[in-house]
């Protein structure tokens, strides 16, 4: 079977894409920008790629026309004053750009939107979803509340609230009543849904028997955990205070923040689990699955996480735009060291952020991170999906990996942090010497005074950063 797979960069399409090919199927994954997508090479013979944008009529030609199948996961959590009206256009000219193929399904995965007034996000998702019915195809919606998986946004913000607070004082949408589904259970209705008929021209909603207020979601994490925590909810906390408690105390971003706050005040609880029944699956507890999601974090198993999302920061751009470092007005930082040992360097790059830290005056890099995060920014808060690899278009705390090539020996960051101007941040090996190198192209005077105040500070840290990057790896 054919199935065309948008959203595959995604949280969910990345853990849909392996399912699929799986089963036998040949899928093709649509994206924005191809330098961002890396399958894994076990997969590549299965699946081929084609660019597209949704808002754009004339790039979805690139849609092949003996297509069976196609799955829309795409969805924005914006808080721009357009995103309901871009999201309505992008469901709208798909839809369009199926009419001229041999599309038998579409299949959507929706929000549980069961309440009479649903948050602008929720709102969204139901027009999205009568816009897509609207087609000549058979369509199915599959609507999940919040979903846990290792790196699912939901996870990773409930992970932060009660790893980090012994003792909070949250609002009072922390009573609200949601059902949750595990990850591993969307894919599993998903995939199911494919060509059987008893799911055409309907909509499911999906969760598991659990129906839980946040408050006990986050006493359940700690119960999980083996920590001791205590929770009261207070009246007077504002969405807007509600948004910023996130903010600071999350990896999350403001934007996202204010979306989630914005949702989390309407009950998402399931009416119609039928597909239940029709696809013979229940779903994992709540509670199995956070365990089945530690259990891939401590395997550093984790496939996708909503951290490599370009929804976890506030720029918008294709990697392919910024792969090429400007040199024309720009200040240069390049620090050039010899090695001995290729493979133990490569390692050391490699692995460089997250938990590993910088190598090298962190408490500099955490204390840069703070200052993000207090002027809006992402911090250092999202750290990096996994310890080992890195791919472009992931997030790497707060850099974005442009291009990630082991065998060439080099590395292209750029930063997203809260700057007067744009950075660049490469380690590119040649002749046996690392070349480091800190690009910054400033927007105006404040660009400028920002490179020259802080330039001391470059010369302490990315001087220590090299040398531990070369420092006796020919040992290592």
């Not at 996994?386 to 292209?412: C, H, M, P, T």
């Amino acid at each position: 079977m054919k199935i065309l797979l948008t959203g595959a960069t995604g949280y969910i399409g990345k853990r849909l894409l392996p399912s699929l090919v799986e089963k036998g199927h040949q899928v093709v994954c649509c994206v924005r920008d191809k330098s961002r997508f890396t399958p894994p090479l076990s997969l590549r013979d299965s699946i081929s790629t084609i660019e597209i944008d949704l808002l754009k009529e004339d790039r979805l030609n690139h849609i092949p026309n003996d297509i069976d199948v196609a799955y829309y996961l795409v969805h924005s959590m914006s808080s721009t004053t357009d995103y309901k009206d871009l999201e309505r256009q992008s469901a709208i000219n798909f839809r369009n750009a199926l009419a001229s193929t041999a599309t038998k399904q579409v299949i959507y995965l929706s929000g549980i939107a069961n309440e009479s007034e649903l948050s602008d996000h929720l709102s969204s998702r139901l027009t999205v979803e009568k816009e897509l019915a609207k087609g000549s195809y058979a369509f199915t919606c599959l609507r999940a509340g919040i979903i846990i998986g290792s790196g699912s946004a939901s996870f990773e913000i409930i992970r932060d609230l009660v790893e980090k607070l012994p003792l909070m004082i949250a609002p009072k949408w922390l009573s609200t009543k949601c059902q949750p589904i595990g990850i591993s259970d969307v894919i599993r209705f998903l995939s199911g849904c494919l060509l059987h008929e008893q799911t055409f021209n309907k909509s499911f909603d999906i969760g598991c028997d659990d129906v839980l207020t946040y408050k006990e979601m986050l006493l359940g994490f700690a119960k999980i955990r083996k920590l001791k925590r205590s929770i009261w909810t207070v009246p007077v906390m504002t969405p807007k205070l509600s948004s910023y408690w996130l903010y600071f105390v999350t990896s999350t971003s403001y934007k996202l923040a204010r979306s989630l706050v914005d949702s989390m005040k309407v009950e998402v609880v399931c009416k119609n689990r039928e597909l239940n029944e029709i696809l013979n699956i229940q779903p994992i507890s709540y509670e199995e699955s956070l365990k089945r999601a530690f259990s891939k974090i401590q395997a550093n198993e984790i496939v996708s996480s909503w951290k490599d999302s370009y929804q976890s920061s506030d720029i918008k751009f294709n990697i392919s735009e910024f792969i090429s470092v400007p040199e024309y007005g720009c200040f240069k930082d390049q620090r050039i060291r010899d090695i001995q040992n290729y493979e133990s360097c490569v390692a050391k790059i490699w692995g460089i952020g997250g938990r590993n830290g910088w190598y090298y005056g962190n408490w500099l890099w955490r204390f840069r991170g703070h200052l993000d995060k207090l002027f809006g920014g992402v911090g250092l808060r999202r750290g990096r999906t996994n310890q080992n690899e890195i791919f472009a278009g992931d997030s790497l705390d707060f850099w974005r990996v442009l291009y990630a090539n082991k065998n060439e020996g080099r590395l292209l960051l750029f930063a997203e942090m809260k700057l007067p101007g744009e950075a660049w941040l490469e380690f590119n090996i040649e002749n046996k010497r690392l070349i480091q190198t800190a690009t910054f192209r400033p927007l105006g005077l404040a660009g400028r005074l920002y490179w020259y105040a802080v330039l001391p500070f470059h010369g302490l840290i990315f001087s220590g950063l090299i040398r531990a990057l070369t420092k006796n790896d020919a040992s290592k």
